[in-house]
């Protein structure tokens, strides 16, 4: 066989689609880099990361939320889960969970079922996490 039916056979089977997987171009994440200011409102239908700036209101509804160390927002933040490594000024709800990284800072209150926070993490403002201990708790 020459070279060249060697070659030949190489492209045929890169370029056939049986052999090829099915490559998804979506990304999983919605992104808002480092150089991005946005003001407004922002929604998104799947899960966001922001490393820039944003100053309005971020909802993403059942999905989740990541704020990158560089990251400078106003706006109140509402989502399934939120992971804050940047600054925020605003009100964060969560219906699952809120993660405040080291490098994280919080100026408004904050509520979710669940917490955690990193030793070096700022917040000043209200917490509520959790609910009830009567109604979580049957055995009083």
Do not use: Y
Not at 18 to 46: L, N
Not at 65 to 80: D, T, W
């Amino acid at each position: 066989m020459s070279t060249a039916d060697t070659l030949r056979e190489r492209e045929q089977s890169n370029s056939s689609p049986a052999t090829k997987p099915a490559v998804d171009e979506r990304r999983v994440t919605a992104w808002i880099g480092q150089g991005v200011v946005v003001e407004g409102r922002i929604t998104s239908a799947q899960d966001l990361r922001i490393d820039g700036k944003v100053d309005g209101t971020i909802e993403v509804g059942s999905h989740g939320l990541i704020l990158g160390a560089s990251a400078a927002v106003k706006a109140n933040l509402v989502a399934r889960s939120i992971l804050i490594s940047g600054a925020v000024i605003g009100n964060v709800t969560a219906t699952d969970r809120v993660d405040l990284q080291a490098t994280g800072s919080v100026v408004g209150d904050i509520s979710a079922p669940r917490l955690v926070l990193v030793d070096g993490a700022i917040v000043k403002g209200k917490v509520t996490v959790g609910g009830d201990r009567a109604t979580r708790n049957p055995r009083g």
